[in-house]
Protein backbone atom coordinates (compact mmCIF):
# COMPACT_ATOMS: atom_id res chain seq x y z
CA UNK A 1 0.00 0.00 0.00
CA UNK A 2 1.88 3.27 -0.95
CA UNK A 3 1.90 5.91 1.83
CA UNK A 4 -0.83 8.94 2.26
CA UNK A 5 1.12 12.06 0.88
CA UNK A 6 0.16 14.52 3.65
CA UNK A 7 0.54 18.59 3.72
CA UNK A 8 -0.03 20.03 7.34
CA UNK A 9 -1.43 23.63 6.67
CA UNK A 10 -1.16 25.70 10.14
CA UNK A 11 0.04 29.48 10.76
CA UNK A 12 0.66 27.94 14.16
CA UNK A 13 4.20 26.54 15.21
CA UNK A 14 2.75 24.58 17.98
CA UNK A 15 -0.16 23.18 16.43
CA UNK A 16 2.64 22.24 13.40
CA UNK A 17 4.65 20.54 15.78
CA UNK A 18 1.95 18.58 17.37
CA UNK A 19 0.28 17.19 14.22
CA UNK A 20 4.22 16.68 13.23
CA UNK A 21 4.81 14.13 15.88
CA UNK A 22 1.12 12.47 15.14
CA UNK A 23 1.89 11.73 11.70
CA UNK A 24 5.56 10.79 11.99
CA UNK A 25 4.93 8.02 13.98
CA UNK A 26 1.91 6.74 12.27
CA UNK A 27 2.38 4.34 9.67
CA UNK A 28 2.02 4.31 5.68
CA UNK A 29 1.74 8.47 6.23
CA UNK A 30 4.03 10.97 4.65
CA UNK A 31 4.61 14.41 5.56
CA UNK A 32 5.44 15.90 2.05
CA UNK A 33 5.67 19.64 3.43
CA UNK A 34 4.16 22.20 5.88
CA UNK A 35 2.56 25.54 5.38
CA UNK A 36 1.99 28.37 7.31
CA UNK A 37 0.58 30.72 5.06
CA UNK A 38 -1.69 30.38 1.51
CA UNK A 39 1.17 31.83 -0.74
CA UNK A 40 3.27 28.67 0.85
CA UNK A 41 0.13 26.47 0.63
CA UNK A 42 -0.25 26.65 -3.27
CA UNK A 43 3.16 26.73 -4.67
CA UNK A 44 3.07 23.05 -2.31
CA UNK A 45 0.10 21.65 -4.04
CA UNK A 46 1.70 22.50 -7.17
CA UNK A 47 4.92 20.95 -6.47
CA UNK A 48 3.83 17.83 -5.08
CA UNK A 49 0.39 17.10 -5.32
CA UNK A 50 -0.41 15.41 -2.02
CA UNK A 51 -3.19 13.21 -1.73
CA UNK A 52 -4.62 15.05 1.80
CA UNK A 53 -4.23 18.52 3.39
CA UNK A 54 -4.86 18.96 6.90
CA UNK A 55 -5.50 22.57 7.02
CA UNK A 56 -6.68 25.00 9.73
CA UNK A 57 -8.90 27.45 8.07
CA UNK A 58 -10.00 29.48 11.09
CA UNK A 59 -7.96 30.45 13.35
CA UNK A 60 -5.84 33.17 11.43
CA UNK A 61 -3.12 32.56 8.05
CA UNK A 62 -6.18 30.37 5.82
CA UNK A 63 -9.52 31.07 5.23
CA UNK A 64 -11.89 28.60 3.20
CA UNK A 65 -11.05 30.46 -0.23
CA UNK A 66 -7.57 28.98 0.45
CA UNK A 67 -9.72 25.38 0.02
CA UNK A 68 -11.22 26.20 -3.01
CA UNK A 69 -8.24 27.82 -4.25
CA UNK A 70 -6.71 24.94 -3.68
CA UNK A 71 -8.67 22.06 -5.20
CA UNK A 72 -8.45 24.25 -8.27
CA UNK A 73 -4.53 23.67 -8.37
CA UNK A 74 -4.65 20.31 -7.54
CA UNK A 75 -8.10 18.60 -7.75
CA UNK A 76 -7.08 14.92 -6.57
CA UNK A 77 -6.15 16.23 -3.33
CA UNK A 78 -8.55 16.18 -0.47
CA UNK A 79 -8.75 18.79 2.20
CA UNK A 80 -9.86 17.99 5.93
CA UNK A 81 -10.02 20.62 8.07
CA UNK A 82 -8.99 20.65 11.75
CA UNK A 83 -9.75 23.48 14.16
CA UNK A 84 -10.09 24.66 18.05
CA UNK A 85 -14.09 25.76 18.65
CA UNK A 86 -15.68 26.10 14.84
CA UNK A 87 -19.65 27.90 14.66
CA UNK A 88 -22.11 26.29 12.39
CA UNK A 89 -21.11 29.35 9.88
CA UNK A 90 -16.88 28.52 9.86
CA UNK A 91 -17.86 24.80 9.27
CA UNK A 92 -20.51 25.08 6.59
CA UNK A 93 -17.84 27.44 4.73
CA UNK A 94 -15.23 24.95 5.13
CA UNK A 95 -17.23 22.06 3.52
CA UNK A 96 -18.91 24.38 0.98
CA UNK A 97 -15.36 25.13 -0.03
CA UNK A 98 -14.45 21.44 -0.61
CA UNK A 99 -13.38 20.04 2.77
CA UNK A 100 -14.29 16.53 2.33
CA UNK A 101 -14.36 16.27 6.40
CA UNK A 102 -13.97 18.01 9.88
CA UNK A 103 -12.05 17.11 12.71
CA UNK A 104 -11.18 19.28 15.91
CA UNK A 105 -8.02 19.65 17.59
CA UNK A 106 -8.69 18.61 20.89
CA UNK A 107 -10.00 15.62 19.06
CA UNK A 108 -8.27 11.82 19.87
CA UNK A 109 -4.99 11.28 18.00
CA UNK A 110 -6.76 8.29 16.20
CA UNK A 111 -9.83 10.14 15.17
CA UNK A 112 -7.46 12.67 13.24
CA UNK A 113 -5.55 10.30 11.77
CA UNK A 114 -8.41 8.11 10.85
CA UNK A 115 -9.71 12.21 9.27
CA UNK A 116 -6.95 11.78 7.07
CA UNK A 117 -7.29 8.17 5.98
CA UNK A 118 -10.74 8.55 5.62
CA UNK A 119 -9.98 11.65 2.71
CA UNK A 120 -7.03 9.77 1.02
CA UNK A 121 -9.83 6.88 0.09
CA UNK A 122 -12.10 9.41 -0.56
CA UNK A 123 -14.26 9.03 2.25
CA UNK A 124 -15.90 11.76 4.16
CA UNK A 125 -14.96 12.22 8.21
CA UNK A 126 -16.43 14.16 10.79
CA UNK A 127 -15.94 13.65 14.81
CA UNK A 128 -19.03 13.31 16.28
CA UNK A 129 -18.54 16.90 17.85
CA UNK A 130 -18.39 18.78 14.51
CA UNK A 131 -21.96 16.67 13.67
CA UNK A 132 -23.29 17.95 17.06
CA UNK A 133 -22.15 21.92 16.43
CA UNK A 134 -24.15 21.21 13.42
CA UNK A 135 -26.98 19.75 15.05
CA UNK A 136 -27.62 22.25 17.52
CA UNK A 137 -27.41 24.69 14.80
CA UNK A 138 -30.66 23.01 12.70
CA UNK A 139 -28.43 21.10 10.09
CA UNK A 140 -29.82 18.10 9.00
CA UNK A 141 -26.96 15.96 9.67
CA UNK A 142 -28.80 12.65 8.63
CA UNK A 143 -29.06 14.18 5.02
CA UNK A 144 -25.73 16.46 5.15
CA UNK A 145 -23.76 12.97 5.86
CA UNK A 146 -25.59 10.87 3.35
CA UNK A 147 -25.68 13.86 0.30
CA UNK A 148 -22.99 14.76 -1.59
CA UNK A 149 -21.11 17.73 -0.98
CA UNK A 150 -20.77 20.45 -3.43
CA UNK A 151 -17.96 22.97 -3.85
CA UNK A 152 -20.40 25.95 -4.99
CA UNK A 153 -20.68 28.92 -2.69
CA UNK A 154 -24.12 29.58 -1.06
CA UNK A 155 -25.46 32.40 -3.30
CA UNK A 156 -29.13 33.98 -1.84
CA UNK A 157 -31.17 36.53 -4.90
CA UNK A 158 -31.84 38.96 -3.08
CA UNK A 159 -35.44 38.78 -2.95
CA UNK A 160 -34.62 35.55 -0.54
CA UNK A 161 -32.70 37.81 1.07
CA UNK A 162 -35.80 39.99 1.81
CA UNK A 163 -37.71 36.60 2.91
CA UNK A 164 -34.88 35.40 5.26
CA UNK A 165 -34.69 38.78 6.73
CA UNK A 166 -38.47 39.51 7.61
CA UNK A 167 -38.60 35.63 8.44
CA UNK A 168 -36.02 36.27 11.34
CA UNK A 169 -38.08 39.52 12.14
CA UNK A 170 -40.88 37.07 13.33
CA UNK A 171 -42.82 38.01 10.43
CA UNK A 172 -45.82 35.63 9.57
CA UNK A 173 -46.03 34.30 6.22
CA UNK A 174 -49.11 36.52 5.34
CA UNK A 175 -47.49 39.79 6.52
CA UNK A 176 -44.14 39.14 4.44
CA UNK A 177 -46.71 38.44 1.61
CA UNK A 178 -47.64 42.11 2.02
CA UNK A 179 -44.67 43.50 3.09
CA UNK A 180 -42.96 42.08 -0.42
CA UNK A 181 -46.59 42.08 -2.43
CA UNK A 182 -46.55 38.59 -3.49
CA UNK A 183 -48.85 35.72 -2.64
CA UNK A 184 -48.41 33.69 0.81
CA UNK A 185 -47.55 30.63 -1.25
CA UNK A 186 -44.63 32.18 -2.93
CA UNK A 187 -43.25 33.12 0.67
CA UNK A 188 -43.68 29.74 1.59
CA UNK A 189 -41.53 28.76 -1.52
CA UNK A 190 -38.95 30.87 -1.23
CA UNK A 191 -38.31 30.02 2.44
CA UNK A 192 -38.50 26.15 1.16
CA UNK A 193 -35.32 27.16 -1.37
CA UNK A 194 -33.28 29.12 0.79
CA UNK A 195 -33.04 26.21 3.52
CA UNK A 196 -32.20 24.00 0.96
CA UNK A 197 -29.38 26.10 -0.55
CA UNK A 198 -28.10 26.93 3.59
CA UNK A 199 -28.90 23.11 4.13
CA UNK A 200 -31.01 24.14 7.41
CA UNK A 201 -34.32 22.79 8.45
CA UNK A 202 -35.27 25.03 11.25
CA UNK A 203 -36.39 28.58 11.62
CA UNK A 204 -33.83 29.31 14.47
CA UNK A 205 -31.15 28.28 12.00
CA UNK A 206 -32.46 30.87 9.01
CA UNK A 207 -32.39 33.31 11.86
CA UNK A 208 -28.82 32.85 12.80
CA UNK A 209 -27.92 33.10 9.43
CA UNK A 210 -29.86 36.43 8.74
CA UNK A 211 -27.97 37.81 12.23
CA UNK A 212 -24.73 36.84 11.33
CA UNK A 213 -25.05 38.28 7.26
CA UNK A 214 -26.61 41.20 8.64
CA UNK A 215 -29.73 40.98 7.33
CA UNK A 216 -31.59 41.61 10.44
CA UNK A 217 -30.57 43.20 13.59
CA UNK A 218 -30.70 40.84 16.78
CA UNK A 219 -31.93 43.37 19.00
CA UNK A 220 -34.89 43.58 16.43
CA UNK A 221 -35.70 39.93 16.42
CA UNK A 222 -35.42 39.59 20.70
CA UNK A 223 -37.35 42.44 21.02
CA UNK A 224 -40.39 40.85 18.78
CA UNK A 225 -39.73 37.81 20.66
CA UNK A 226 -40.93 39.47 23.70
CA UNK A 227 -43.39 41.15 22.59
Known amino acids: MPNIKLLLADHGELALLGLRGLFQQAPNVEIIGEARDPIALKAL ?60 KDCDLQEISDSVRSAARGQRFFCGKVLETLKRAGHDVERFVSDPLTCAPVLLSERECEVIGLIAEGRSYTRIAEALHLSAHTVVTHRKNIMQKLGVNSTAALVLYAVKNGLTSPNHFLFNEGA
Open 45 to 104: LVRHKPDVVLIDHATGGFGARDIREGLKRSPRTRFVAISHEPSSMVLMNALKAGAIGYVK
